[in-house]
């Protein structure tokens, strides 16, 4: 996944469901609203389904948004945290694209670090 490797990239995962019919700005108004996030700042953005099976990312890429979706056909994407906002890093955000449950950091267990 070639755009995530970026060395500073953060990767914020939304706690609650979302609509996946949201397009570019209606993510992007949860970026801004809920995680309180600048959507046009380097970072992914990731939000998952009421039943738990389809992802969608946010990312911008220095000239506008992208949008990243996945459904799974078997299986859920499942986070140990459900936060508001959890912290994943590259690592966590691979294994939880491909649907196996990972653990990540909220908010304000990763600023302790």
């Known amino acids: 996944m070639n755009w ?41 953005f990731v939000f998952i389904n009421r039943r738990r099976n389809l992802l969608k990312c ?5 000239t506008g948004f992208i949008t990243i979706a996945k459904k799974l056909e078997h299986g859920s994407f499942r986070l140990r945290n459900n936060g508001t906002k959890t912290l994943l890093n590259q690592k966590q955000f691979s294994l939880l ?5 990972v653990g990540g950091k909220t908010l304000m267990e990763a600023s302790a670090d």
């Open 58 to 62: 946010l990312l911008w890429d220095r």
């Open 97 to 101: 694209f491909d649907g196996i449950k």
């Open 4 to 44: 995530l490797e970026r060395p500073k990239r953060q990767i914020f995962v939304y706690g609650k469901p979302v609509d996946m019919r949201k397009g570019f700005r209606g993510l992007e108004a949860l970026v801004r609203r809920q995680l309180e996030e600048d959507p046009v700042s380097d970072h992914l």
